[in-house]
């Protein structure tokens, strides 16, 4: 803290915040993993593997087991403790949920919109956070009935352009589903989310309304479509953001299999490792298994961390 000189003293003595209207501070996590089902999990074991299932990526969810929104499905979060940084709260509410100390945790966006909480004014930082699934089991916090992993489907359905000589505005429509199917009448949410960038003078504005939606707590569902447009673009940039999501040792071949499923495209073999080798070394370890040669296991570098 600086230096106050008695004129800032007897100024801040004589200073009222309650003259403000002052918001209530949420961190909620929007945290992804890519794994099979439980049945299908990979077993690895004294390095051996057998051949992994069919993964997809996941996001966990919390069911509310108060009002607002009770019985409806939010991202973990909560609200901050008295003198407690947002980032600490993200952590404390992560490793409630999850067990995970550890994880990439990062602040990607703040939402204070008018409306977005029927309590009041709360305003929500919104955090990416990324683990490896299948090493922790989660279970519900204090506030919520229960904790699953929802299989993610997204897609951009349009994308419709209005220009003129001094501004450009850009709407692009994207679907969301999410599915659990740990039981025999599967979780099924939907919505349907409405970006729009406005470009005015070379100066870019970017606002997410939601058109559509089934089963989201609050404003849910526009924060986890934040959160999945942030997780590709930083995949698509460099790749070193899926290291986040893969256990110790991988193949390329499975490290290129995640970056596919986020990206929700195929890539270029040749290509993905030219672009991910200066983050990964090779151990003396082989992936062994029925049906199949075995196959170099790799880990990440500290250049993944810290690239020159």
């Given amino acids: 803290m600086h230096n106050i000189t008695q004129e800032e003293k007897d100024y801040l003595s004589q200073y009222d915040i309650t003259k403000f209207?002052?918001?209530?501070?949420?961190?909620?996590?929007?945290v992804f993993s890519v794994m099979g089902s439980r049945a299908e999990e990979t077993?690895?074991?004294?390095?051996?593997?057998?051949?992994?299932?069919?993964?997809?990526?996941?996001?966990?969810?919390?069911?509310?087991?108060?009002?607002?929104c009770k019985g409806q499905w939010a991202l973990p979060g909560g609200f901050c403790r008295k003198g407690e940084e947002v980032s600490d709260a993200a952590r404390r509410e992560l490793?409630?949920?999850?067990?995970v100390k550890d994880a990439y945790l990062h602040l990607i966006g703040v939402f204070g919109e008018e409306g977005r909480d029927p309590r009041g004014w709360i305003i929500s930082h919104t955090f990416l956070a990324l683990i490896d699934g299948e090493k922790y089991r989660v279970r519900a916090g204090s506030d919520a009935w229960d904790?699953?992993?929802?299989?993610?489907?997204?897609?951009?359905?349009?994308?419709?352009?209005?220009?003129?000589?001094?501004?450009?505005?850009?709407?692009?429509?994207?679907?969301?589903?999410?599915?659990?199917?740990?039981k025999e009448e599967p979780i099924v949410l939907q919505a349907v989310i409405r970006e729009e960038k406005s470009r005015q003078h070379f100066q870019v504005?970017?606002?997410?309304?939601?058109?559509?939606?089934?089963?989201?707590?609050?404003?849910?569902?526009k924060l986890i479509v934040y959160a999945l447009l942030n997780l590709r673009q930083q995949t698509e940039a460099d790749g070193r953001i899926v290291f986040d999501l893969m256990p110790e040792y991988f193949t390329l071949t499975e490290l290129q299999n995640v970056s596919e499923i986020i990206l929700g495209k195929e890539?270029?073999?040749?290509?993905?490792?030219?672009?991910?080798?200066?983050?990964?070394?090779?151990?003396?370890?082989m992936m062994t298994g029925a049906g199949h040669r075995p196959a170099k296991l790799f880990r990440r570098s500290i250049r993944s961390v810290f690239p020159e």
């Fill in 21 to 30: 209207d002052r918001p209530s501070i949420a961190a909620d996590m929007a």
């Fill in 43 to 68: 077993v690895r074991d004294s390095g051996n593997y057998r051949k992994l299932p069919e993964k997809k990526l996941k996001i966990l969810l919390v069911e509310r087991a108060s009002y607002p």
């Fill in 95 to 99: 490793l409630e949920e999850t067990q």
């Fill in 147 to 182: 904790a699953r992993w929802f299989e993610v489907d997204f897609e951009k359905e349009k994308t419709v352009e209005e220009q003129d000589k001094d501004s450009v505005l850009k709407r692009t429509t994207y679907r969301l589903r999410l599915t659990n199917r740990d």
């Fill in 205 to 221: 504005k970017t606002d997410y309304y939601i058109e559509e939606e089934q089963g989201f707590a609050f404003d849910h569902a």
């Fill in 267 to 285: 890539l270029l073999t040749a290509n993905f490792r030219r672009k991910i080798a200066d983050y990964v070394e090779e151990t003396n370890r």
